[in-house]
Protein backbone atom coordinates (compact mmCIF):
# COMPACT_ATOMS: atom_id res chain seq x y z
CA UNK A 1 0.00 0.00 0.00
CA UNK A 2 0.81 3.39 -0.52
CA UNK A 3 0.60 4.58 3.15
CA UNK A 4 3.54 3.19 4.79
CA UNK A 5 6.08 3.98 2.18
CA UNK A 6 4.88 7.91 2.14
CA UNK A 7 5.43 7.65 5.93
CA UNK A 8 9.26 6.87 5.47
CA UNK A 9 9.31 9.86 3.49
CA UNK A 10 7.23 12.17 5.53
CA UNK A 11 9.34 15.19 6.20
CA UNK A 12 7.59 17.24 8.85
CA UNK A 13 9.27 20.81 9.23
CA UNK A 14 10.33 19.29 12.97
CA UNK A 15 12.80 16.47 12.11
CA UNK A 16 14.87 19.52 9.82
CA UNK A 17 15.48 21.09 13.07
CA UNK A 18 13.66 24.80 12.04
CA UNK A 19 11.26 25.32 14.84
CA UNK A 20 7.38 25.88 13.63
CA UNK A 21 4.62 28.08 14.00
CA UNK A 22 2.18 25.37 14.36
CA UNK A 23 1.77 21.92 14.96
CA UNK A 24 -1.02 19.40 14.87
CA UNK A 25 -0.56 16.10 16.11
CA UNK A 26 -3.47 12.87 16.30
CA UNK A 27 -6.23 14.97 15.91
CA UNK A 28 -9.28 13.23 15.96
CA UNK A 29 -13.14 14.81 15.66
CA UNK A 30 -16.52 13.04 15.08
CA UNK A 31 -19.60 14.13 14.09
CA UNK A 32 -21.78 12.39 15.65
CA UNK A 33 -21.17 8.91 13.93
CA UNK A 34 -19.01 10.32 11.09
CA UNK A 35 -15.56 9.85 12.03
CA UNK A 36 -14.12 13.00 9.95
CA UNK A 37 -10.66 13.17 11.31
CA UNK A 38 -9.09 9.56 12.45
CA UNK A 39 -5.34 10.79 13.35
CA UNK A 40 -4.28 13.89 11.35
CA UNK A 41 -1.07 15.33 11.37
CA UNK A 42 -0.04 18.76 10.06
CA UNK A 43 2.52 21.63 10.63
CA UNK A 44 4.09 24.83 9.10
CA UNK A 45 7.11 27.11 9.31
CA UNK A 46 7.03 30.57 9.42
CA UNK A 47 7.23 31.82 5.49
CA UNK A 48 6.31 28.55 4.30
CA UNK A 49 3.30 27.30 2.57
CA UNK A 50 2.26 23.58 3.30
CA UNK A 51 -0.83 22.55 0.86
CA UNK A 52 -3.20 20.13 2.46
CA UNK A 53 -4.80 17.48 0.28
CA UNK A 54 -7.25 14.92 -0.12
CA UNK A 55 -10.51 13.82 -1.60
CA UNK A 56 -13.95 14.82 -0.72
CA UNK A 57 -14.87 14.39 2.89
CA UNK A 58 -11.52 13.43 3.62
CA UNK A 59 -11.18 16.02 6.65
CA UNK A 60 -9.17 18.96 5.14
CA UNK A 61 -12.35 21.50 6.25
CA UNK A 62 -12.30 19.66 9.44
CA UNK A 63 -8.65 20.00 10.16
CA UNK A 64 -8.73 23.71 8.84
CA UNK A 65 -12.09 24.36 11.64
CA UNK A 66 -10.16 22.69 14.24
CA UNK A 67 -7.32 24.72 14.46
CA UNK A 68 -9.30 27.92 14.00
CA UNK A 69 -11.58 27.37 16.64
CA UNK A 70 -14.68 26.53 15.17
CA UNK A 71 -14.60 22.92 15.93
CA UNK A 72 -12.85 21.26 19.18
CA UNK A 73 -11.05 18.39 18.50
CA UNK A 74 -11.79 14.95 20.50
CA UNK A 75 -8.61 14.22 21.16
CA UNK A 76 -4.74 15.41 19.61
CA UNK A 77 -2.41 17.91 20.50
CA UNK A 78 -1.88 21.82 19.23
CA UNK A 79 1.12 23.33 19.87
CA UNK A 80 1.57 26.51 18.28
CA UNK A 81 5.57 28.39 18.61
CA UNK A 82 6.72 25.80 20.81
CA UNK A 83 3.79 25.72 23.38
CA UNK A 84 0.89 23.50 23.68
CA UNK A 85 -2.72 25.13 23.32
CA UNK A 86 -6.21 24.69 23.59
CA UNK A 87 -8.25 26.77 20.89
CA UNK A 88 -11.73 26.97 22.05
CA UNK A 89 -13.35 29.25 20.19
CA UNK A 90 -11.98 31.32 16.99
CA UNK A 91 -11.19 34.36 19.66
CA UNK A 92 -8.57 31.80 21.29
CA UNK A 93 -7.71 31.46 17.50
CA UNK A 94 -7.36 35.06 17.18
CA UNK A 95 -5.10 35.96 20.26
CA UNK A 96 -2.71 32.70 18.91
CA UNK A 97 -2.20 34.65 15.83
CA UNK A 98 -4.21 32.18 13.76
CA UNK A 99 -6.83 33.78 11.19
CA UNK A 100 -8.52 31.70 8.94
CA UNK A 101 -10.44 32.06 5.33
CA UNK A 102 -13.17 29.44 5.18
CA UNK A 103 -14.30 27.43 2.41
CA UNK A 104 -17.93 29.26 2.10
CA UNK A 105 -15.84 32.59 3.09
CA UNK A 106 -18.42 33.10 6.15
CA UNK A 107 -18.79 36.50 4.92
CA UNK A 108 -21.87 38.51 5.67
CA UNK A 109 -23.86 39.33 2.45
CA UNK A 110 -25.88 41.94 4.09
CA UNK A 111 -22.71 43.78 5.66
CA UNK A 112 -21.07 46.10 3.53
CA UNK A 113 -17.16 45.52 3.38
CA UNK A 114 -16.21 47.47 6.07
CA UNK A 115 -18.43 45.93 8.80
CA UNK A 116 -17.30 42.45 6.89
CA UNK A 117 -13.63 43.54 7.61
CA UNK A 118 -14.04 44.34 10.76
CA UNK A 119 -16.71 41.66 12.24
CA UNK A 120 -15.86 40.29 15.69
CA UNK A 121 -12.73 42.68 16.20
CA UNK A 122 -14.78 46.77 15.54
CA UNK A 123 -12.32 49.96 16.69
CA UNK A 124 -14.22 51.45 18.99
CA UNK A 125 -13.29 55.16 20.69
CA UNK A 126 -14.47 55.71 23.90
CA UNK A 127 -16.93 52.71 23.46
CA UNK A 128 -18.28 54.25 20.46
CA UNK A 129 -17.54 52.26 17.01
CA UNK A 130 -14.58 54.41 15.06
CA UNK A 131 -16.52 53.80 11.71
CA UNK A 132 -13.96 56.62 10.58
CA UNK A 133 -10.63 55.08 11.53
CA UNK A 134 -12.65 51.30 10.25
CA UNK A 135 -14.23 53.34 6.77
CA UNK A 136 -9.72 54.54 6.17
CA UNK A 137 -8.45 51.53 7.28
CA UNK A 138 -10.40 49.26 4.97
CA UNK A 139 -10.03 51.52 1.76
CA UNK A 140 -5.93 50.95 2.47
CA UNK A 141 -6.27 47.40 3.09
CA UNK A 142 -8.68 47.14 0.02
CA UNK A 143 -5.84 49.58 -2.08
CA UNK A 144 -3.00 47.64 -0.77
CA UNK A 145 -4.70 44.01 -2.48
CA UNK A 146 -5.31 45.79 -5.59
CA UNK A 147 -8.79 44.70 -5.76
CA UNK A 148 -11.12 46.55 -7.64
CA UNK A 149 -14.23 47.13 -5.49
CA UNK A 150 -16.53 49.72 -6.11
CA UNK A 151 -16.26 51.24 -2.70
CA UNK A 152 -15.83 49.71 0.86
CA UNK A 153 -19.50 51.05 1.60
CA UNK A 154 -20.69 48.05 -1.66
CA UNK A 155 -22.66 45.11 0.60
CA UNK A 156 -21.06 41.85 -0.13
CA UNK A 157 -23.94 40.21 -1.86
CA UNK A 158 -23.53 43.31 -4.84
CA UNK A 159 -19.84 41.89 -5.17
CA UNK A 160 -18.28 39.31 -7.34
CA UNK A 161 -17.29 35.59 -6.10
CA UNK A 162 -13.27 37.37 -6.97
CA UNK A 163 -14.11 40.48 -4.78
CA UNK A 164 -15.80 38.15 -2.07
CA UNK A 165 -12.56 36.51 -1.68
CA UNK A 166 -10.51 39.61 -1.73
CA UNK A 167 -12.72 40.66 1.36
CA UNK A 168 -12.39 37.29 3.02
CA UNK A 169 -8.50 37.14 2.11
CA UNK A 170 -8.01 41.39 3.33
CA UNK A 171 -10.05 40.52 6.92
CA UNK A 172 -6.97 37.99 7.33
CA UNK A 173 -4.03 39.75 6.21
CA UNK A 174 -4.94 42.91 8.01
CA UNK A 175 -5.12 41.81 11.33
CA UNK A 176 -1.60 40.60 10.68
CA UNK A 177 -2.09 37.19 11.65
CA UNK A 178 0.81 34.89 11.39
CA UNK A 179 -0.41 31.84 10.36
CA UNK A 180 -3.07 31.88 7.64
CA UNK A 181 -5.27 28.63 7.24
CA UNK A 182 -7.20 29.10 4.07
CA UNK A 183 -9.54 26.67 2.56
CA UNK A 184 -9.77 26.49 -1.07
CA UNK A 185 -8.98 30.00 -1.64
CA UNK A 186 -9.04 29.78 -5.79
CA UNK A 187 -11.88 27.38 -6.04
CA UNK A 188 -14.79 30.32 -7.06
CA UNK A 189 -12.35 32.07 -8.83
CA UNK A 190 -11.67 32.43 -12.74
CA UNK A 191 -8.13 31.71 -14.23
CA UNK A 192 -7.29 35.04 -13.65
CA UNK A 193 -8.43 35.71 -10.64
CA UNK A 194 -6.91 32.37 -9.36
CA UNK A 195 -3.22 33.66 -10.96
CA UNK A 196 -3.93 36.90 -9.17
CA UNK A 197 -4.82 35.08 -5.55
CA UNK A 198 -1.73 33.01 -5.77
CA UNK A 199 0.26 35.32 -6.42
CA UNK A 200 -0.97 37.18 -3.23
CA UNK A 201 -0.66 33.90 -0.94
CA UNK A 202 3.24 33.74 -2.39
CA UNK A 203 3.53 37.28 -1.19
CA UNK A 204 2.18 36.50 1.89
CA UNK A 205 4.65 34.34 2.45
CA UNK A 206 7.30 36.65 1.69
CA UNK A 207 6.18 38.22 4.65
CA UNK A 208 6.93 34.57 6.75
CA UNK A 209 3.48 34.26 7.57
CA UNK A 210 3.30 29.91 7.94
CA UNK A 211 0.71 28.90 5.52
CA UNK A 212 -1.89 26.54 5.02
CA UNK A 213 -3.91 25.88 1.59
CA UNK A 214 -6.62 23.43 0.78
CA UNK A 215 -6.85 22.80 -2.43
CA UNK A 216 -7.84 20.46 -5.46
CA UNK A 217 -5.76 21.95 -7.96
CA UNK A 218 -2.52 20.35 -7.86
CA UNK A 219 -1.33 22.77 -10.28
CA UNK A 220 -1.98 25.42 -7.93
CA UNK A 221 -0.57 23.73 -5.30
CA UNK A 222 2.39 22.58 -7.03
CA UNK A 223 3.31 26.57 -8.33
CA UNK A 224 2.90 27.81 -4.83
CA UNK A 225 3.59 25.66 -1.72
CA UNK A 226 6.73 24.12 -0.09
CA UNK A 227 5.35 20.90 1.51
CA UNK A 228 2.16 18.79 0.61
CA UNK A 229 0.74 16.87 3.25
CA UNK A 230 -2.01 14.13 2.05
CA UNK A 231 -5.03 13.54 4.08
CA UNK A 232 -7.29 10.47 3.47
CA UNK A 233 -10.24 9.44 5.35
CA UNK A 234 -9.89 11.67 8.02
CA UNK A 235 -5.59 10.08 8.59
CA UNK A 236 -2.52 11.80 7.38
CA UNK A 237 -0.85 9.38 5.25
CA UNK A 238 1.82 11.54 3.89
CA UNK A 239 3.56 15.32 3.98
CA UNK A 240 6.20 15.13 0.68
CA UNK A 241 8.60 17.87 -0.37
CA UNK A 242 7.34 19.64 -3.56
CA UNK A 243 10.95 19.68 -4.95
CA UNK A 244 11.03 15.29 -4.24
CA UNK A 245 7.15 14.33 -5.93
CA UNK A 246 5.27 14.98 -8.79
CA UNK A 247 1.42 15.44 -8.95
CA UNK A 248 1.53 11.28 -9.85
CA UNK A 249 2.54 10.68 -6.84
CA UNK A 250 0.28 12.67 -4.61
CA UNK A 251 -2.79 11.55 -7.11
CA UNK A 252 -1.84 7.99 -5.26
CA UNK A 253 -1.72 8.54 -1.98
CA UNK A 254 -4.86 10.87 -2.19
CA UNK A 255 -6.85 8.32 -3.87
CA UNK A 256 -4.78 5.10 -1.47
CA UNK A 257 -3.54 3.66 -4.96
CA UNK A 258 -0.85 1.20 -4.66
CA UNK A 259 2.98 3.37 -5.56
CA UNK A 260 4.78 1.69 -8.23
CA UNK B 1 -13.09 58.60 5.82
CA UNK B 2 -14.10 62.20 4.66
CA UNK B 3 -11.48 62.30 1.75
CA UNK B 4 -11.77 58.91 0.85
CA UNK B 5 -14.99 58.93 0.45
CA UNK B 6 -15.22 62.13 -1.72
CA UNK B 7 -13.16 59.93 -4.05
CA UNK B 8 -16.08 57.95 -4.93
CA UNK B 9 -18.98 60.26 -4.41
CA UNK B 10 -17.67 63.56 -5.64
CA UNK B 11 -16.60 63.07 -9.09
CA UNK B 12 -18.01 65.78 -9.94
CA UNK B 13 -20.00 64.95 -12.81
CA UNK B 14 -23.56 65.13 -13.36
CA UNK B 15 -23.75 61.24 -13.33
CA UNK B 16 -22.48 61.09 -9.96
CA UNK B 17 -24.81 63.27 -8.55
CA UNK B 18 -27.73 61.34 -10.26
CA UNK B 19 -26.65 58.35 -8.68
CA UNK B 20 -26.38 59.93 -5.72
CA UNK B 21 -29.93 61.06 -5.58
CA UNK B 22 -30.85 57.67 -6.58
CA UNK B 23 -29.10 56.25 -4.07
CA UNK B 24 -31.23 58.49 -1.47
CA UNK B 25 -34.32 57.62 -3.28
CA UNK B 26 -33.23 53.88 -2.48
CA UNK B 27 -33.26 54.26 1.02
CA UNK B 28 -36.71 52.90 2.65
CA UNK B 29 -36.47 55.41 5.13
CA UNK B 30 -36.53 58.10 2.32
CA UNK B 31 -39.35 56.29 0.74
CA UNK B 32 -41.39 55.86 3.61
CA UNK B 33 -41.05 59.52 4.73
CA UNK B 34 -42.60 60.57 1.01
CA UNK B 35 -45.26 58.14 1.35
CA UNK B 36 -45.84 59.55 5.01
CA UNK B 37 -45.95 63.40 3.55
CA UNK B 38 -48.02 62.32 0.66
CA UNK B 39 -50.63 60.31 2.75
CA UNK B 40 -50.71 63.11 5.10
CA UNK B 41 -51.31 65.44 2.44
CA UNK B 42 -54.65 63.25 0.90
CA UNK B 43 -56.11 62.54 3.84
CA UNK B 44 -55.88 66.63 4.95
CA UNK B 45 -57.67 67.52 1.09
CA UNK B 46 -59.71 64.34 1.86
CA UNK B 47 -61.95 66.13 4.69
CA UNK B 48 -59.54 65.94 7.63
CA UNK B 49 -58.53 69.08 7.59
CA UNK B 50 -56.81 68.28 11.23
CA UNK B 51 -55.17 65.31 10.19
CA UNK B 52 -52.09 65.78 12.60
CA UNK B 53 -52.55 69.09 13.14
CA UNK B 54 -51.55 70.85 16.36
CA UNK B 55 -54.47 69.55 18.37
CA UNK B 56 -54.08 65.99 17.06
CA UNK B 57 -50.63 65.86 17.10
CA UNK B 58 -50.30 65.40 20.63
CA UNK B 59 -52.86 62.90 21.10
CA UNK B 60 -51.84 60.99 18.02
CA UNK B 61 -47.97 60.28 19.80
CA UNK B 62 -49.66 59.46 22.94
CA UNK B 63 -51.45 56.43 21.15
CA UNK B 64 -48.21 55.77 19.29
CA UNK B 65 -45.97 55.50 21.95
CA UNK B 66 -46.43 52.66 23.93
CA UNK B 67 -46.17 50.41 20.59
CA UNK B 68 -42.99 52.51 19.98
CA UNK B 69 -41.51 50.61 23.16
CA UNK B 70 -42.05 47.24 21.60
CA UNK B 71 -41.25 48.19 18.28
CA UNK B 72 -37.36 48.88 18.43
CA UNK B 73 -36.27 45.98 20.54
CA UNK B 74 -38.68 44.03 18.12
CA UNK B 75 -36.89 45.47 15.14
CA UNK B 76 -33.26 44.57 16.56
CA UNK B 77 -34.63 41.05 17.08
CA UNK B 78 -35.16 40.78 13.68
CA UNK B 79 -32.34 42.35 12.36
CA UNK B 80 -30.59 40.03 14.46
CA UNK B 81 -32.47 36.82 12.37
CA UNK B 82 -34.85 36.54 15.11
CA UNK B 83 -38.75 36.73 15.79
CA UNK B 84 -41.07 37.47 18.97
CA UNK B 85 -44.56 36.90 18.82
CA UNK B 86 -45.06 36.83 23.02
CA UNK B 87 -44.98 40.47 23.44
CA UNK B 88 -48.64 40.44 23.63
CA UNK B 89 -49.24 37.99 26.58
CA UNK B 90 -45.97 39.70 28.42
CA UNK B 91 -47.75 43.20 27.98
CA UNK B 92 -51.23 41.54 29.19
CA UNK B 93 -49.58 39.66 32.37
CA UNK B 94 -47.55 42.77 32.77
CA UNK B 95 -51.06 44.79 33.31
CA UNK B 96 -52.58 42.18 34.63
CA UNK B 97 -50.14 41.79 37.41
CA UNK B 98 -49.68 45.72 37.78
CA UNK B 99 -53.75 45.78 39.12
CA UNK B 100 -53.48 42.41 41.02
CA UNK B 101 -50.49 43.58 42.96
CA UNK B 102 -52.10 47.05 43.77
CA UNK B 103 -55.01 45.47 44.81
CA UNK B 104 -53.81 43.66 47.30
CA UNK B 105 -51.03 45.63 48.62
CA UNK B 106 -52.96 49.00 48.46
CA UNK B 107 -52.38 50.40 52.22
CA UNK B 108 -49.64 48.42 53.14
CA UNK B 109 -47.43 50.83 52.27
CA UNK B 110 -46.18 54.38 50.90
CA UNK B 111 -47.36 54.92 47.79
CA UNK B 112 -44.22 55.62 45.93
CA UNK B 113 -42.73 53.01 46.93
CA UNK B 114 -45.74 50.72 45.91
CA UNK B 115 -45.49 52.30 42.62
CA UNK B 116 -41.95 51.03 42.60
CA UNK B 117 -42.90 47.78 43.53
CA UNK B 118 -45.60 47.05 40.72
CA UNK B 119 -43.30 48.51 37.94
CA UNK B 120 -40.70 46.17 39.12
CA UNK B 121 -42.98 42.87 39.13
CA UNK B 122 -44.51 43.91 35.68
CA UNK B 123 -40.75 44.52 34.08
CA UNK B 124 -39.82 41.15 36.18
CA UNK B 125 -42.37 39.00 34.26
CA UNK B 126 -41.10 40.70 31.29
CA UNK B 127 -37.82 39.52 32.03
CA UNK B 128 -38.49 36.21 33.05
CA UNK B 129 -40.24 35.31 29.66
CA UNK B 130 -37.47 36.83 27.63
CA UNK B 131 -35.20 34.66 29.34
CA UNK B 132 -37.21 31.61 28.57
CA UNK B 133 -37.64 32.37 25.15
CA UNK B 134 -33.85 33.25 24.98
CA UNK B 135 -33.02 30.27 26.58
CA UNK B 136 -35.22 28.02 24.32
CA UNK B 137 -34.18 29.26 21.35
CA UNK B 138 -30.21 28.99 21.82
CA UNK B 139 -29.48 26.71 24.02
CA UNK B 140 -32.35 24.24 23.28
CA UNK B 141 -32.16 24.93 19.65
CA UNK B 142 -35.61 25.66 19.32
CA UNK B 143 -37.59 27.46 16.49
CA UNK B 144 -38.52 30.94 17.48
CA UNK B 145 -41.93 31.00 15.86
CA UNK B 146 -42.77 27.82 17.43
CA UNK B 147 -41.45 29.11 20.72
CA UNK B 148 -42.25 32.55 21.09
CA UNK B 149 -46.48 31.12 20.01
CA UNK B 150 -46.41 28.90 23.22
CA UNK B 151 -44.42 31.62 25.45
CA UNK B 152 -47.34 34.32 24.18
CA UNK B 153 -49.82 31.32 24.92
CA UNK B 154 -48.48 30.81 28.86
CA UNK B 155 -48.45 34.85 29.33
CA UNK B 156 -51.98 35.25 27.69
CA UNK B 157 -52.82 32.19 30.31
CA UNK B 158 -51.60 33.24 32.78
CA UNK B 159 -52.66 36.95 32.78
CA UNK B 160 -56.52 35.45 32.40
CA UNK B 161 -55.72 32.97 35.00
CA UNK B 162 -54.27 35.60 37.86
CA UNK B 163 -57.46 37.91 36.73
CA UNK B 164 -59.46 35.00 36.90
CA UNK B 165 -62.18 37.27 35.92
CA UNK B 166 -61.74 39.91 37.82
CA UNK B 167 -60.85 43.92 36.09
CA UNK B 168 -59.49 45.49 39.11
CA UNK B 169 -59.86 49.11 39.53
CA UNK B 170 -58.02 49.89 43.20
CA UNK B 171 -54.95 51.70 41.99
CA UNK B 172 -52.45 54.54 43.83
CA UNK B 173 -54.16 57.64 42.07
CA UNK B 174 -50.46 59.17 41.85
CA UNK B 175 -50.07 55.62 39.03
CA UNK B 176 -51.63 57.70 36.66
CA UNK B 177 -48.66 59.68 36.05
CA UNK B 178 -46.77 57.25 34.31
CA UNK B 179 -48.83 57.72 31.18
CA UNK B 180 -50.02 61.39 31.60
CA UNK B 181 -49.90 64.69 30.29
CA UNK B 182 -50.32 66.20 34.03
CA UNK B 183 -46.46 66.35 34.81
CA UNK B 184 -45.05 68.17 32.10
CA UNK B 185 -47.67 70.22 31.94
CA UNK B 186 -46.24 71.44 35.40
CA UNK B 187 -43.22 71.32 34.05
CA UNK B 188 -44.13 73.65 31.35
CA UNK B 189 -45.60 76.30 34.00
CA UNK B 190 -42.19 76.58 35.58
CA UNK B 191 -39.96 76.86 31.96
CA UNK B 192 -42.27 78.50 29.16
CA UNK B 193 -40.03 77.76 26.54
CA UNK B 194 -41.18 74.38 26.99
CA UNK B 195 -44.86 75.33 26.30
CA UNK B 196 -43.66 77.34 23.49
CA UNK B 197 -42.25 74.46 22.29
CA UNK B 198 -45.22 72.49 22.62
CA UNK B 199 -42.89 70.05 24.76
CA UNK B 200 -45.20 70.28 27.99
CA UNK B 201 -48.88 69.22 25.54
CA UNK B 202 -47.11 65.56 25.56
CA UNK B 203 -47.90 62.84 27.69
CA UNK B 204 -45.22 61.19 29.29
CA UNK B 205 -44.91 57.83 27.69
CA UNK B 206 -43.84 59.94 23.92
CA UNK B 207 -40.46 60.30 26.32
CA UNK B 208 -40.11 56.88 27.14
CA UNK B 209 -40.38 56.21 23.82
CA UNK B 210 -38.03 58.99 22.60
CA UNK B 211 -35.53 57.39 24.92
CA UNK B 212 -36.21 53.89 23.88
CA UNK B 213 -35.62 55.15 20.24
CA UNK B 214 -32.84 57.13 20.55
CA UNK B 215 -30.77 53.78 22.73
CA UNK B 216 -31.69 51.54 19.86
CA UNK B 217 -30.33 53.91 17.46
CA UNK B 218 -27.14 54.38 19.24
CA UNK B 219 -26.93 50.50 19.84
CA UNK B 220 -27.28 49.42 16.65
CA UNK B 221 -25.31 52.04 14.79
CA UNK B 222 -22.91 53.30 17.25
CA UNK B 223 -21.76 49.78 19.77
CA UNK B 224 -20.12 47.10 18.75
CA UNK B 225 -22.89 44.91 19.92
CA UNK B 226 -25.19 46.42 17.28
CA UNK B 227 -22.72 45.33 14.93
CA UNK B 228 -22.99 42.07 16.20
CA UNK B 229 -26.81 41.78 15.98
CA UNK B 230 -26.18 42.71 12.19
CA UNK B 231 -24.06 40.08 12.07
CA UNK B 232 -25.82 37.54 13.95
CA UNK B 233 -28.85 38.19 11.58
CA UNK B 234 -27.00 38.45 8.38
CA UNK B 235 -24.92 34.82 8.56
CA UNK B 236 -25.17 33.17 12.30
CA UNK B 237 -22.64 30.90 11.62
CA UNK B 238 -20.41 33.30 9.56
CA UNK B 239 -20.69 35.59 12.63
CA UNK B 240 -19.65 32.92 15.51
CA UNK B 241 -16.61 31.61 12.84
CA UNK B 242 -15.37 35.36 13.59
CA UNK B 243 -16.09 35.82 17.30
CA UNK B 244 -19.31 37.23 17.41
CA UNK B 245 -20.70 35.57 20.72
CA UNK B 246 -24.42 35.15 18.74
CA UNK B 247 -25.90 33.44 21.50
CA UNK B 248 -25.48 36.57 23.78
CA UNK B 249 -26.71 38.78 21.33
CA UNK B 250 -30.04 36.69 20.47
CA UNK B 251 -29.86 36.24 24.95
CA UNK B 252 -30.08 39.84 24.93
CA UNK B 253 -32.45 40.90 21.64
CA UNK B 254 -35.20 38.59 23.50
CA UNK B 255 -34.69 39.85 27.15
CA UNK B 256 -34.88 43.19 26.03
CA UNK B 257 -38.15 42.60 23.79
CA UNK B 258 -39.66 41.04 26.85
CA UNK B 259 -39.05 44.02 28.80
CA UNK B 260 -40.06 46.87 26.28
CA UNK B 261 -43.73 44.32 26.32
CA UNK B 262 -44.11 44.88 29.81
CA UNK B 263 -43.03 48.26 30.19
CA UNK B 264 -45.62 48.91 27.29
CA UNK B 265 -48.46 46.84 29.81
CA UNK B 266 -47.50 49.38 32.41
CA UNK B 267 -48.10 52.43 30.54
CA UNK B 268 -51.23 51.18 29.49
CA UNK B 269 -52.63 50.10 33.01
CA UNK B 270 -51.66 53.46 33.76
CA UNK B 271 -53.61 55.24 31.34
CA UNK B 272 -56.36 52.90 31.75
CA UNK B 273 -56.32 52.15 35.59
CA UNK B 274 -58.07 49.19 34.91
CA UNK B 275 -56.19 46.05 34.28
CA UNK B 276 -57.95 43.95 31.83
CA UNK B 277 -56.14 40.87 30.70
CA UNK B 278 -56.84 41.65 26.77
CA UNK B 279 -55.71 45.22 27.50
CA UNK B 280 -53.38 44.36 24.17
CA UNK B 281 -54.84 43.00 21.34
CA UNK B 282 -52.33 42.34 17.96
CA UNK B 283 -49.55 44.13 19.50
CA UNK B 284 -47.27 41.43 17.84
CA UNK B 285 -48.37 41.67 14.26
CA UNK B 286 -48.79 45.42 14.78
CA UNK B 287 -44.86 45.96 15.46
CA UNK B 288 -43.76 43.33 13.54
CA UNK B 289 -46.12 44.39 10.63
CA UNK B 290 -44.71 48.35 11.27
CA UNK B 291 -40.93 46.91 11.40
CA UNK B 292 -41.10 44.99 8.14
CA UNK B 293 -42.61 47.83 6.45
CA UNK B 294 -39.41 50.05 7.70
CA UNK B 295 -37.14 47.48 6.02
CA UNK B 296 -36.89 44.91 8.37
CA UNK B 297 -35.99 41.82 6.56
CA UNK B 298 -37.28 38.54 8.06
CA UNK B 299 -34.50 36.80 7.07
CA UNK B 300 -31.78 38.84 9.51
CA UNK B 301 -29.19 41.00 8.65
CA UNK B 302 -30.94 44.37 7.80
CA UNK B 303 -33.44 46.94 9.00
CA UNK B 304 -33.01 50.11 10.81
CA UNK B 305 -34.87 51.99 13.58
CA UNK B 306 -35.91 54.90 12.26
CA UNK B 307 -37.47 52.50 9.62
CA UNK B 308 -39.47 50.55 12.22
CA UNK B 309 -40.47 54.07 13.89
CA UNK B 310 -41.72 55.21 10.21
CA UNK B 311 -43.30 52.11 10.00
CA UNK B 312 -45.34 52.46 13.19
CA UNK B 313 -46.38 55.73 12.52
CA UNK B 314 -47.46 54.45 8.75
CA UNK B 315 -49.65 51.83 10.50
CA UNK B 316 -51.08 54.06 13.36
CA UNK B 317 -51.87 57.06 10.86
CA UNK B 318 -53.75 54.52 9.01
CA UNK B 319 -56.24 53.81 11.83
CA UNK B 320 -56.01 57.27 12.55
CA UNK B 321 -57.11 58.23 9.05
CA UNK B 322 -59.82 55.91 8.66
CA UNK B 323 -61.39 56.98 12.23
CA UNK B 324 -60.99 61.17 11.27
CA UNK B 325 -62.16 60.52 7.63
CA UNK B 326 -65.55 58.63 9.02
CA UNK B 327 -64.70 55.58 7.10
CA UNK B 328 -65.99 52.35 8.37
CA UNK B 329 -63.67 50.88 11.01
CA UNK B 330 -64.40 47.46 10.13
CA UNK B 331 -62.09 47.76 6.95
CA UNK B 332 -59.12 49.16 9.55
CA UNK B 333 -57.24 45.58 8.80
CA UNK B 334 -58.28 45.32 5.56
CA UNK B 335 -56.01 48.71 4.59
CA UNK B 336 -53.27 47.52 7.17
CA UNK B 337 -53.22 44.12 5.26
CA UNK B 338 -53.29 45.97 1.78
CA UNK B 339 -50.21 47.93 2.93
CA UNK B 340 -48.01 45.04 4.54
CA UNK B 341 -48.73 43.05 1.42
CA UNK B 342 -47.25 46.45 -0.49
CA UNK B 343 -44.55 46.49 1.71
CA UNK B 344 -43.12 43.38 1.48
CA UNK B 345 -43.82 43.02 -2.51
CA UNK B 346 -41.96 46.15 -3.06
CA UNK B 347 -39.24 44.18 -1.00
CA UNK B 348 -39.20 41.86 -3.39
CA UNK B 349 -39.45 43.36 -6.16
CA UNK B 350 -36.09 46.06 -5.54
CA UNK B 351 -34.02 43.22 -3.94
CA UNK B 352 -34.96 41.13 -7.35
CA UNK B 353 -33.71 44.77 -9.20
CA UNK B 354 -30.96 44.95 -7.11
CA UNK B 355 -31.73 48.60 -6.56
CA UNK B 356 -31.90 48.18 -2.36
CA UNK B 357 -28.58 49.84 -0.94
N1 LIG C 1 -20.98 19.87 10.40
C1 LIG C 1 -20.90 18.56 10.06
N2 LIG C 1 -21.76 17.66 10.57
C2 LIG C 1 -21.67 16.35 10.26
N3 LIG C 1 -20.75 15.84 9.44
C3 LIG C 1 -19.87 16.68 8.90
C4 LIG C 1 -19.89 18.08 9.17
N4 LIG C 1 -18.88 18.67 8.48
C5 LIG C 1 -18.28 17.68 7.81
N5 LIG C 1 -18.85 16.49 8.04
C6 LIG C 1 -18.40 15.18 7.52
O1 LIG C 1 -17.06 15.02 7.87
C7 LIG C 1 -16.31 14.48 6.80
C8 LIG C 1 -15.17 15.41 6.43
O2 LIG C 1 -15.72 16.60 5.90
P1 LIG C 1 -14.82 17.85 5.47
O3 LIG C 1 -15.74 18.97 5.16
O4 LIG C 1 -13.78 18.08 6.48
O5 LIG C 1 -14.16 17.31 4.13
P2 LIG C 1 -13.23 18.05 3.09
O6 LIG C 1 -11.98 17.28 3.00
O7 LIG C 1 -13.11 19.48 3.42
O8 LIG C 1 -14.05 17.87 1.75
P3 LIG C 1 -14.22 18.86 0.48
O9 LIG C 1 -13.03 18.64 -0.38
O10 LIG C 1 -15.46 18.35 -0.19
O11 LIG C 1 -14.35 20.24 0.98
C9 LIG C 1 -17.31 14.24 5.68
O12 LIG C 1 -17.71 12.90 5.73
C10 LIG C 1 -18.47 15.15 6.02
O13 LIG C 1 -19.67 14.60 5.56
MG1 LIG D 1 -13.67 21.22 2.54
Redesign the pocket.
Known amino acids: MGAPQAEAREAPAESRGEKPLLVARNIEKA??T?Q?LGSAQIDVRAGEIVALV??????????IKVLSGAHKPDAGEIIVRGQSVTIDNPNDAFDLGIATVY?DLALLATRDVVANLYVGRELTRNGILDRRKMTAEANQVVRQLKTNLPSVHTRVRHLSGGQRQAVAIARVVHFGAEILLLD?PTAALGVKEAHEMLTLIEHLKEQDKGIIV?S?NLAHVFRICDRITV?RH?RTVGTLIKEETDSTEVVRMITGADLL | MAVKQEEFDTSTDEAASESRWKRLLAQREIQLLLVLVVFTILVRLGGAPGFLGPTHFPIFLSQVAPDMLVVIPMAMLLIGGMFDLSVTGIANLSVVLVGWTFSRLLGTMDDTLLILLVVAIGLTAGLIVGVINGFAVTRLRMNPLMTTLATWWMAQGAATGVAGGESRHNFVGSFRDIARFQPLRDLGETFPFLQEMRISTLPMPVFYAAVVIFLGWLVLNRTRFGWHIFAAGSDRQGAALNGVNVNRVTLIGFVATGMAAAMCGIVWASRLTSAPPNTLGGLELRVIAAAVIGGAALTGGEGSVLGAVLGLFFMHMIRSATIQLGLPVYWEFFVLGAVLFTAVAFDAWSKRQGATD
Open positions: YGVAGDNGAGKSTLQEVHLG
